[in-house]
């Protein structure tokens, strides 16, 4: 079970912690919403996400019950782009091809 936390980001109090943190943050509104979405975070960075990206935040919201995914904070997105990586990197080392869905530039 140790395992499955660590590869989903914590335990549902953890999960739970973060979704409280990102309301505050949320309300807080101004400043942080801009430092969020300058540093690639937001809604409008959501929408330039490639189909793998958003395959990843789909398990998460709906299979790992982490909440809703369409307004990360740019750390969340930074690492579902690591996921996504992982994900085409072990794809090509099974296959010898590359992942069929072409990975979008973030910036």
């Given at each position: 079970?140790?395992?499955?936390?660590?590869?989903?980001?914590?335990?549902?109090?953890?999960?739970?912690?973060?979704?409280?943190?990102?309301?505050?943050?949320?309300?807080?509104?101004?400043?942080?919403?801009?430092?969020?979405t300058l540093a690639g975070g937001g809604k409008e960075s959501e929408k330039?996400?490639?189909?793998?990206?958003?395959?990843?935040?789909?398990?998460?919201?709906?299979?790992?019950?982490?909440?809703?995914?369409?307004?990360?904070?740019?750390?969340?997105?930074?690492?579902?782009?690591?996921?996504?990586?992982?994900?085409?990197?072990?794809?090509?080392?099974?296959?010898?091809?590359?992942?069929?869905?072409?990975?979008?530039?973030?910036?």
């Amino acid at each position: 079970m140790d395992f499955v936390n660590k590869l989903t980001g914590g335990s549902k109090n953890e999960q739970e912690n973060k979704t409280q943190e990102n309301s505050q943050q949320q309300s807080s509104g101004g400043v942080m919403d801009k430092l969020n979405t300058l540093a690639g975070g937001g809604k409008e960075s959501e929408k330039n996400e490639d189909a793998l990206d958003k395959g990843v935040d789909w398990v998460q919201e709906h299979v790992l019950g982490q909440g809703d995914q369409s307004n990360e904070s740019a750390a969340e997105q930074a690492k579902d782009e690591q996921i996504s990586d992982f994900i085409r990197d072990q794809y090509k080392k099974t296959t010898g091809s590359d992942f069929p869905v072409k990975d979008k530039d973030r910036f």
